[in-house]
């Protein structure tokens, strides 16, 4: 066998992948390589490591003789070679630099990086004289880096030691830079400092990352304050290009001043006065948080410092600034959204990543520090501690967070030494994976087990992190003993009012009842409630979410399935917390059918159920309580509760739509009207027929939750019954069944109102068909005509249903249309109705059903289309708005633009009288004009937390657009 072949094979046992590869670079290096072998099978990546020595000993082929005799030399060299191609990269260029290698310490980066470019460290202000000073800065770093690295990866150094070094050398070249700067631009007349932030002002920095800095600048004595603000303005320019200029060497990495006032639309450089204005006055919440991480790093540290004492105290007082709490929930939400757009892989923003951990922090510190100064750390896993000690987190999340934050930031550097490049992703390869598992002492398995390592770490954190602001509230409150520190009383109600609770005592006592106690269910709402309350923060209201759980835990806590239901269903309890938090109305439901909560677990439970089924069960139960009518009522009137909470959730889950929730709750009424008459009817049934004829809102399929039922009571003696029997019958009929919708019962009432029948109030409450039709030949006027274009069979006798509506169709769809007369009164009477109708103090503008562009508006010109045309247009012929808009088009009687106008608007103001309802638990016609009102309803409506202003220039553009097209169609003008 050839020896190339053993020697391959040989190769491959000691862990090489590619042993014949391996086995050719041995054989074609310039020195013999065999008694270094050995050595490579303990690194990473030992074909790695072995492309990049024998590049080395071609260039330094005394590089051998020093390996032999310096083993800690030569663990820390091939360690580096075995994990980063980039530091090989460099040391083939600088082989000198080895050496460095073998020091135990190195001395002051600052010093050294400024010797490099030719400045004298002593100096008050080092200027670089260096013919190349950029490339000889960065030969300079990359050594101490490749030291700090294999230091690193042979355990010498600790993962907080490694991050302050590189925030250290990050601070030392940027100072050279700045002599760089200074080189170019005469700063004698400008004092300049440079104020790390991020993870270089926490000292937490990775190996390649933005160094994240702001620019302060003062003049100095005598100097005009303009000129050394454009002098420091150049000198920061020169020493940002200085970093990311490229060169044979590369580049350092981007200096990155976006965190300054006004970003990057604001100057680059500011005075330290000019500094405090802006964060006094415009600052927001996300400014201060990243403000906890400023520390001076170069240039005058005098300056710098003074500038870090004065916004310190605005730091710690954030949480008193106006709209904090709503900041503070914004920047949850991004970060959430962050994790949810990122990939799983992503090792910063993906689910459990590192700015999971680092933000919850972030925040924690800003809504505590302010009372506790203990808390005031700028690095993450210092400040996590404090926090843990203080009380303010569970001291075993602390340690599971901190585990997974160090583990995650050891993998991320990692892969940042690699190619020295930017990154976060975790790679699919397998040798990329396998070099990752070995680096990190995974021998047997490393591919498996960093892979399940890494999953499990996130998933954790992800976990901890959920919880990471609720579970000290369950502590704060609980009687159980603990040995560690609680969150005090104080530092509870703090919590939760920057997390949206505005009755956080309140809150505090709800937790209390919920969770104290040793018995299993206080046990399960323990381990629920973190949970869920980060899930009501997020609702519109909070504070009603929570004591909507309460309320509902006290009804159902015994059930044995309600809460292993929460519990195990995390659909049940997200879309329970979402509803809770947004709608009274349906709040007010589950108090009374609380085994509803059943129905959220999937959208297929929500969606609306075929008016048969339900004809069927209100049926069913009406059967069942024959003989007693208020029971039976009773049994309906709950399954009418029961699917007004279904198409409630339905709705406030986005899952329908406003025409869908009006058809919904329009056919339920009409099957709540069928079975209360079928329970009412009784021995009437064998006097005269009876049928119940919907009207308005009903009519048109278009009901509110808040709607009445407009209807009409019509009636037909049977053959051989006298009619005066007949109609009293009949009256006594429509009396029983109000009485019955009407008694006193926990759901909301379904009041039927008969008003719209002939001569109204004064009129009989019931009619034979022939009395409709003599009144309607002889006395109706033409509104009665424009009401009747709503009339529909609802309940009762089909067929006599049928005839009425076939009676009235002569009416309400007149053959010839209307006469010009008849026109002109109907805009009359809309005007009239505009000036006379509208409540006394409300804003016509904000006024849904009787404002400009509102319902009202939309459904006359609806009508007018409808009463002049439907006569002789039989696609006119329906009771529904939207649908005679769409008829009018298919017609040629309306343009399509002015159809797409009106629907907007009105189904923009159908969804707000909707909402008002949801979400008061009581009807409303006006866009509230109190700010905490609408912020809740536009919420409801689906805009952002601070979108309230946003929901109301959209109602206030919908209906003005819709005004000018009434004007224009309805009105003639």
Same mark, same amino acid.
């Given at each position: ?252 990495? *981007? ?569 002109? *009164? ?148």
């Amino acid at each position: 066998m050839p020896r190339i072949e053993s020697t391959a094979a040989r190769l491959a046992k000691l862990g090489f992948a590619d042993g014949a590869r391996a086995a050719q670079l041995v054989r074609q290096a310039p020195a013999g390589l065999d008694d270094v072998l050995e050595s490579l099978v303990d690194v990473a990546d030992p074909d790695l490591a072995l492309v990049s020595l024998t590049r080395l000993t071609e260039r330094e082929p005394a590089v051998l003789d020093t390996l032999r005799h310096d083993e800690d030399l030569r663990t820390r060299l091939l360690a580096v070679l075995g994990v980063s191609a980039a530091l090989g990269e460099h040391l083939v260029r600088h082989p000198g630099q080895i050496a460095l290698l073998a020091e135990p310490r190195l001395g002051e980066a600052r010093a050294e990086l400024l010797r490099a470019v030719g400045a004298e460290p002593d100096a008050a202000e080092p200027v670089a004289t260096e013919a190349d000073a950029l490339v000889a800065l960065r030969v300079a770093y990359r050594g101490r880096l490749t030291h700090l690295a294999a230091r690193d990866l042979t355990g010498q150094a600790t993962l907080q030691e490694v991050m302050a070094e590189l925030s250290d050398l990050a601070g030392a070249a940027l100072e050279a830079a700045l002599a760089i700067a200074r080189a170019e631009t005469d700063a004698s007349q400008v004092r300049l400092a440079v104020i790390g932030m991020g993870k270089c002002g926490a000292r937490e920095l990775n190996y390649i990352s933005d160094v994240d800095v702001i620019f302060v600048a003062e003049p100095r004595e005598g100097a005009d304050e303009a000129k050394a603000l454009r002098t420091a303005t150049r000198l920061a320019q020169a020493m940002m290009r200085a970093c990311t200029a490229t060169t044979p060497e590369g580049s350092l990495w *981007e200096v990155d001043a976006g965190l300054r006032p006004e970003g990057r639309s604001g100057p680059l450089v500011r005075t330290l006065g000019s500094h405090l204005a802006y964060y006094r006055r415009w600052a927001k919440t996300w400014e201060f948080q990243a403000l906890l991480k400023a520390r001076p790093v170069a240039g005058d540290l005098e300056l710098g410092a003074a500038y870090v004492e004065a916004v310190n105290d605005m730091v710690w007082s954030a949480a008193t600034r106006e709209r904090f709490v709503e900041d503070v929930q914004a920047m949850r939400r991004r970060v959430e959204a962050h994790v949810r757009a990122e990939g799983e892989r992503q090792l910063k923003l993906g689910p459990g990543g590192l700015r999971d951990i680092e933000f919850a922090v972030q925040l924690l510190q800003l809504v505590h520090g302010r009372l506790d100064p203990l808390l005031r750390r700028r690095a993450t896993l210092p400040a996590l501690a404090a926090l843990s000690r203080g009380g303010y987190v569970g001291r075993d999340d602390s340690r599971g967070l901190a585990e997974a934050y160090s583990y995650l930031r050891q993998v991320e550097h990692l892969l940042q030494l690699h190619r020295l490049r930017r990154t976060h992703i975790v790679p699919t390869g397998e040798a990329d994976l396998r070099r990752l598992g070995r680096a990190l002492g995974m021998q047997t398995d490393p591919v498996g087990e960093f892979t399940a390592r890494w999953r499990r770490h996130a998933m954790e954190a992800r976990r901890l992190h959920e919880k990471l602001f609720y579970r000290p509230l369950l502590q704060a409150v609980s009687r159980l003993q603990e040995s560690e520190a609680r969150l005090s009383a104080t530092a509870a109600a703090a919590r939760l009012e920057a997390l949206g609770y505005v009755d956080p005592n309140g809150a505090l006592r709800h937790l209390a009842a919920l969770t104290s106690g040793v018995s299993r269910r206080a046990a399960i709402q323990r381990t629920l409630l973190p949970v869920m309350l980060g899930w009501f923060a997020d609702t519109p209201d909070p504070d009603a979410a929570l004591l909507g759980f309460r309320q509902v835990s006290d009804k159902l806590g015994s059930t044995p399935w309600y809460l292993r239901l929460l519990r195990d269903e995390t659909a049940v309890a997200a879309r329970m917390a979402r509803v809770l938090g947004t709608s009274r109305y349906a709040t007010g439901l589950l108090m009374h059918a609380p085994d509803a909560i059943t129905m959220l677990g999937s959208d297929q439970e929500l969606a609306v159920r075929p008016v048969e089924s339900l004809l069927g069960e209100a049926s069913a139960a009406v059967s069942r309580h024959a003989g007693n009518p208020e029971t039976a009522v009773a049994a309906v009137r709950a399954l009418r509760r029961k699917e007004l909470f279904r198409t409630a959730v339905a709705d406030i889950s986005g899952l329908v739509g406003i025409e869908t929730v009006g058809a919904a709750l329009s056919a339920l009424t009409d099957v709540t009207l069928q079975a209360a008459l079928d329970a009412a009817l009784g021995k009437a049934a064998n006097v005269t027929s009876f049928a119940i004829i919907a009207m308005g809102r009903l009519g048109g399929m278009e009901c509110s939750y808040a709607s009445d039922a407009d209807i009409m009571f019509v009636h037909s003696p049977l053959p051989g019954v006298e009619e005066r029997e007949a109609t009293d019958a009949a009256f006594a009929v429509a009396n029983e069944l109000r009485r019955l919708l009407s008694l006193p019962a926990p759901d909301p009432p379904l009041i039927i109102d008969p008003d719209l029948r002939p001569e109204g109030r004064q009129g009989p409450l019931v009619r034979t068909l022939a009395s409709y039709r003599a009144y309607y030949s002889r006395w109706s006027s033409p509104w009665e005509s424009q009401a009747l274009l709503r009339a529909r069979f609802s309940a009762g006798d089909a067929e006599l249903g049928a005839a009425f509506v076939a009676m009235i169709d002569e009416l309400r769809y007149p053959q010839g249309g209307l006469h010009d007369d008849a026109v002109r *009164e109907i805009r009359r009477l809309k005007a009239r109705m505009e000036a006379e109708r509208l409540p006394r103090g409300a804003d016509p503008g904000l006024h849904t059903k009787l404002g400009p562009g509102g319902l009202s508006d939309v459904e006359w010109v609806a009508q007018l289309l409808q009463l002049c045309h439907a006569g002789t247009l039989p696609s006119l012929r329906t009771t529904r708005t939207l649908g005679a808009l769409r008829a009018a088009v298919a017609e040629g009687l309306l343009g399509p633009a002015d159809e797409a106008v009106l629907a907007e608007a009105w189904r923009f103001a159908s969804r707000i009288r909707d909402a008002i309802m949801l979400v008061r638990g009581r009807p409303g016609d006006s866009v509230p004009r109190d700010a905490g009102q609408r912020k809740l309803l536009a919420q409801t409506l689906g805009y952002p937390p601070d979108g309230s202003e946003d929901f109301l220039d959209d109602y206030r553009r919908v209906t003005r657009r819709a005004r000018l097209v009434v004007d224009r169609v309805f009105y003639g003008g």
